[in-house]
């Protein structure tokens, strides 16, 4: 008979700690979500639309972030190389263009 008395309180003290730990997980959860929401407000105001871009529109190439060997100084150098045509659209912000073999940058690029 001892030995049930001795269970029982075991059981009720295990069932009181594991609706302790439910609570606290509700609790983490809860501000986990509004911790997020208030990151997603922060991040989204910088944030702007982007255009919608199709497949052979005409986007012109920034000289921004391109490396030549040969180059004038800076300020001397255009901001956009020409025209290029869209090959493909691989998300909303990134596309495949059409260039010439010679610039030797990437084809996918990132549009703004």
Known sequence: MKADIRKKGKVEKVMEFVKKMKK??????????KMQEDIKRQADKERKESEKWKKRDKVMLSMKDLVFKERLAK??????????????????????????????????????
């Open 24 to 33: 606290a997980q509700e609790e983490i959860g809860a501000a986990l979500k």
């Open 75 to 112: 300020k001397l150098v255009d901001q956009y190389v020409s025209l290029y045509t869209i090959k493909e659209i691989v998300s909303t912000n990134v596309v495949k263009l059409r260039l010439l073999t010679l610039m030797r940058i990437h084809l996918i690029v990132n549009v703004s």
